[in-house]
Structures are given as structure tokens and as C-alpha cells.
């Protein structure tokens, strides 16, 4: 059974940076790509990022373009998001999951919160 697990998350003022992380695990070596979600209260989730799994090439939401950076592990089934130049906008809970969504697992990780004051 494929679980997700995120961490990484905090609080943080305008302009600073966090990493999260994603494990992945039970992939059992599949080659899906994987993203980053992220919902904020009252919204509905929305895309950031994604990131083909073996040729590593991404793709990123214009919100984010330019400030976030996805990347994987390949050898450690694990998703990472550097998040740069943070906004109070980027205020969120994030959670990865397969792009599109549900491909290996109907369920969502807990997700990691997301603070950024202004």
C-alpha cells in the first residue's frame, strides 16, 4: 500500500526559504511523476509543482515559477520542494501526491503546514 508522508513545513517570514520533503512509500518502482499540492484555508487545492520521475524535468504553477524548485530521489522514493523568496500568499497545506493526483494511491498524506508571515 503506497503511503505519502510530508514534512518539512514551519513558519517563516516574507522572503525566507523552506525544503519539504515527501517519502513515498510502496512505489515499488513505479515511474509516475509526482507533485506538490497545496491547499489554503477557504480555497480549494491547487497544483505547484511536478516532476517527471525518471527524466526529472518539472513543470510549476506561474504563482510559483522562478521561487520553487522541485526535485527527486530516486533511490530514496522521495519528492522534495525548495521553496524560496516566500510570500504570505504561499500560506498553505501542502501535500505531494502523483500527478495527476491518484494514480497510485486514492488517499492524501497529512500534508505539512505552510506558514509564511508578512
Known amino acids: 500500500q503506497v503511503q505519502l508522508v510530508e514534512s518539512g513545513g514551519g513558519l517563516v517570514q516574507a522572503g525566507g526559504s523552506l525544503r519539504l520533503s515527501c517519502v513515498v512509500s510502496?512505489?515499488?518502482?513505479?515511474?509516475?511523476?509526482m507533485g506538490w499540492f497545496r491547499q489554503a484555508p477557504g480555497k480549494e487545492r491547487e497544483f505547484v509543482a511536478r516532476?517527471?520521475?525518471?527524466?526529472?524535468?518539472?513543470e510549476y504553477a506561474d504563482s510559483v515559477k522562478g521561487r520553487f524548485t522541485i526535485a527527486r530521489d530516486v533511490a530514496k522514493d522521495t519528492v522534495y520542494l525548495q521553496m524560496t523568496t516566500l510570500k504570505p500568499e504561499d500560506t498553505a497545506v501542502y501535500y505531494c501526491?502523483?500527478?495527476?493526483?491518484?494514480?497510485?494511491?486514492?488517499?492524501w498524506g497529512q500534508g505539512t503546514q505552510v506558514t509564511v508571515s508578512s
Open positions: 510502496g512505489r515499488t518502482g513505479s515511474s509516475k511523476p
Open positions: 501526491n502523483t500527478y495527476p493526483p491518484g494514480a497510485l494511491t486514492s488517499n
Open positions: 516532476i517527471m520521475w525518471s527524466a526529472g524535468s518539472a
